[in-house]
């Protein structure tokens, strides 16, 4: 007999998305070499045009590292967008652009265009091969959301279709693991938190600001933890395994009449 204690019954669950519904690392080496590549490319063809042609490549003068310094530079400068990745790249980048040479206008103009080509880049994703069938299932039973602190709108994607609540944490000033996108993803989704369970990789950002206001977790992690698991925390290898816990969650629900209220 199992001695797993009796929950409240789930009407919600909440998704982190990089690294939890899809595998991130290629994507986000692709992207961020990828639109640093097109923007040395462009301006220096674009220099070349205006017969500035003597100017060093950009990349030359600022090598992808000193991009990567300057965002954490920032980021440490301006604590609240810490979360907010497009802004601090829109940012290091115009800095970066002004100090090469270019007038403010067009420091704004090219960070901005590389900031496109860095978002179509960042969108080129592809979720794990269970999710969409997955999430499709999940969503005739419980009501979904997604929480991130990454810059992927999940409007671009087809998954959208999936979360009728979509929470950006970064563009709240406020990223995981800040409690406000969990409980604007609660109120949003109308459910309690006892009644909600969150699904993510990270401890700190998912795991435990979740578990502290209250909502059950499934930590996703490759391997197990040394651990037994506090009450309430859920250890999956993948999220393909989530419906054989919620069928295990399912048939420990509390029937107390407490919990029905
Ligand atoms: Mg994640």
């Not at 400068?77 to 979360?83: F, N, Q, S, V």
Request: contains cysteine.
């Amino acid at each position: 007999m199992s001695t797993m204690p009796a929950a409240p019954r789930l009407d919600a669950l909440t998704f982190d998305l990089d690294d939890t519904l899809w595998d991130n690392h290629q994507v986000m080496v692709d992207t961020e070499s990828g639109h640093y590549a097109w923007l040395d490319a462009a301006l220096a063809r674009w220099l070349c045009e205006r017969g500035r042609s003597t100017m060093p490549r950009f990349s030359e003068r600022f090598p992808l590292p000193a991009y990567v310094a300057r965002r954490q530079a920032l980021a440490e400068a301006h604590p609240l967008r810490r979360g907010d990745f497009t802004w601090l790249r829109t940012q290091a980048l115009r800095a970066l652009l002004t100090e090469f040479g270019l007038a403010d206008e067009d420091a704004e103009r090219w960070a901005d265009a590389a900031m496109q080509r860095f978002l179509t880049l960042r969108h080129q994703i592809t979720p794990y091969p269970e999710v969409g069938d997955l999430l499709a299932r999940l969503g005739r039973r419980y009501r979904l959301a997604s929480i991130t602190n990454g810059n992927v709108d999940v409007r671009r994607l087809p998954l959208a279709a999936h979360f009728p609540v979509a929470i950006a944490a970064g563009e709240l000033l406020a990223p995981k693991p800040h409690p406000r996108p969990f409980l604007t993803a609660l109120a949003r989704l109308g459910t309690p938190p006892a009644r909600t369970l969150h699904v993510g990789d990270s401890w700190r950002d998912d795991v435990e600001p979740a578990r502290r206001l209250g909502m059950q977790t499934a930590w996703i992690a490759a391997e197990a933890p040394p651990h037994p698991l506090p009450s309430g925390v859920h250890h999956l290898t993948h999220v393909r395994e989530l419906p054989t816990l919620l069928t295990r969650l399912d048939r420990h629900t509390s029937t107390s009449p407490l919990w029905r209220l």
